[in-house]
């Protein structure tokens, strides 16, 4: 599970791949750590980011193309 104290510095990001393209709702993620997923607003890069367990990501991800 992920804590407040996961260094995120060298988290390298990449927009979903649900971005529509025209500088809207962008979503973006981190991949590569371990245990944990974190997610944060591509206009707000220094806002707050969201870390999802990674065994937690694929229902997350399956919830949201229900919606």
Do not use: H, Q
Not at 18 to 37: H, I, Q, R
Not at 43 to 55: C, E, H, L, N, W
């Amino acid at each position: 599970m992920a804590t407040s104290g996961t260094d995120l510095s060298k988290a390298v990001w990449r927009t979903s791949t649900y971005t529509n393209g025209d500088n809207g709702d962008c979503v973006e993620v981190a991949d590569g750590l371990t245990g944990v997923v974190p997610v944060r607003d591509s206009k707000r890069p220094d806002g707050g980011v969201v870390m999802i367990g990674a065994a937690a990501w694929g229902p997350f991800v399956a919830a949201l193309k229900g919606c």
